[in-house]
């Protein structure tokens, strides 16, 4: 059965402190993908990553970087953690190329203070 | 760039009954997939149905049908005979030549029973 994994389902942090986010899926899957979800907004695209090594920005990265040194993990790191980034996170990946569906994980709400 | 819209924030239907949520998209692509998904509150967010642009039958797996209206860039899902699980919130979203997801902002779903 497909599975998106996320190392934790609530986070709480101080502002300032470094927050890394992980999601592992165990399907082979090349694409992973992180969002941001908030209230009114939907999901809103962070960063994803085609394979290993490799990454591209999404629509709202500043804030965060990513990190995919294997197939099967993809780290979303938040450097130096702000109030404005308290939210959902949600991880998901799908195979190879063209469409396929997303497989999502069950996310994580992190909370700055 | 593209865009998708849910004009309805909440909706609420009685078990048993028919419900329709309306989604429209802005795109100048001519091949593009659509889609609903489904967050329930334990936030796991599934594929309800997927409709291709070229095809034009809607699409349709059990209780869920869309309306597809291609040329007024619409995207509705019916949910018929409604039940307690229906309840969550759904998600239109569009996939084209960018290869990432664009989503609406949601639509709640209440079930009264």
């Known amino acids: 059965d497909v599975k998106v994994t996320q190392s934790s389902r609530y986070l709480v942090k101080r502002t300032g402190e470094k927050v890394f986010l992980e999601c592992v899926q165990d399907m082979d899957h090349e694409n992973m993908f992180w969002y941001r979800q908030d209230p009114g907004l939907g999901l809103r695209l962070i960063y994803f990553?085609?394979?290993?090594?490799?990454?591209e920005k999404g629509d709202i990265p500043e804030g965060y970087s990513v990190s995919r040194e294997k197939k099967e993990r993809f780290s979303l790191i938040l450097e130096s953690a702000s109030t404005n980034q308290t939210s959902m996170y949600l991880c998901a990946s799908f195979p190879g190329t063209g469409f396929y569906e997303q497989y999502f994980g069950p996310g994580t709400r992190l909370t700055v203070t | 760039a593209q865009t998708v819209t849910q004009s309805q924030p909440e909706m609420s239907v009685q078990e048993a009954e028919t419900v329709t949520l309306s989604c429209t998209y802005d795109t100048s692509e001519s091949d593009y997939y659509l889609f609903w998904y489904k967050q329930p509150p334990s936030r796991q967010m599934i594929l309800v149905i997927r409709?291709?642009?070229?095809?034009?039958q809607n699409a349709t797996e059990n209780r869920f049908s869309v309306n597809f209206q291609k040329a007024a860039k619409s995207f509705s899902l019916k949910i018929s005979d409604s039940q307690l699980g229906d309840a969550a919130m759904y998600f239109c979203a569009y996939w084209g030549a960018t290869n990432k997801l664009i989503f609406g902002t949601g639509t709640l779903l209440a079930v009264q029973p």
């Open positions: 990553s085609y394979d290993v090594k490799m990454k």
């Open positions: 409709q291709e642009a070229y095809k034009q």
